[in-house]
């Protein structure tokens, strides 16, 4: 019984959040007529403000983010087009990315060079992990096998590095700097903040579930 009382409560810590992050975007996704602007309209705003006129406002099938290698904003069809409280939230957060990458921070910077080494990390982990039984059978040398699992042990490690340095860039993006753009600036009325911010924290929280994920990944491979 406590085993599976255990496993219950690995369950809602691990998949939790997630299931968190979605219902406070959708509970605010509501469309909102009242409001001066869509979602990539304020983005396009913000842009122009803060001086970056170059940056693009486009609209993905992938997920809100800010692509700092084409420097482009984008946003998801819902939150491009809406008018809501999580598509103006949403759109702050990402510019906010932008405004990071064009201070120069440094925790950004880190979490992006990391974030491209771990796309190639992740192909090679998946190689290793896929030739080692078959290296096994050819080499019939258990120290090679061992050297592959410590290989592999070492790339995921990367991957949740750079899961645990993305937290606070995300919670810089909502709460450093998208949270006082809407809050101090007028952008939303103050009866509408209480709603924004619980859609920045769940924008912030969304890696969050994915560091944890990434944790629950790492200790999967270490009880192999």
Known sequence: ML????????????????FWVRYEMD???????????????????????????TIPVEITAAGDHYDPDARAVRLSPGNHDGRSITAVAVATHEVAHALQHAQGSR?????????????KVDKVAMVVLVTAPLVMILV???GVLFAQFAAVLALLGI??????????????????KALPILQQDGYLHPDDMPAARGVLRAAAMTYVAASLMGL???LRILRR
Do not use: K, M, W
């Not at 509501?30 to 803060?50: Q, Y």
């Open 3 to 18: 085993y599976i009382v255990l496993a219950l409560l690995l369950v809602a810590v691990i998949y939790g959040p997630q």
């Open 27 to 53: 509970r605010h996704a509501a469309d909102r007529p009242d409001l001066p602007g869509t979602g990539g309209e304020l983005a396009r705003h913000l842009l122009d403000r803060f001086g970056l006129q």
């Open 107 to 119: 925790l950004f910077d880190i979490r992006t060079s990391l974030a491209r080494l771990l796309g």
């Open 140 to 142: 019939r040398a258990p």
């Open 159 to 176: 991957g949740l590095v750079v899961h645990l340095v993305t937290l606070p860039v995300e919670f810089d993006a909502s709460f450093g």
């Open 216 to 218: 629950l990944n790492f």
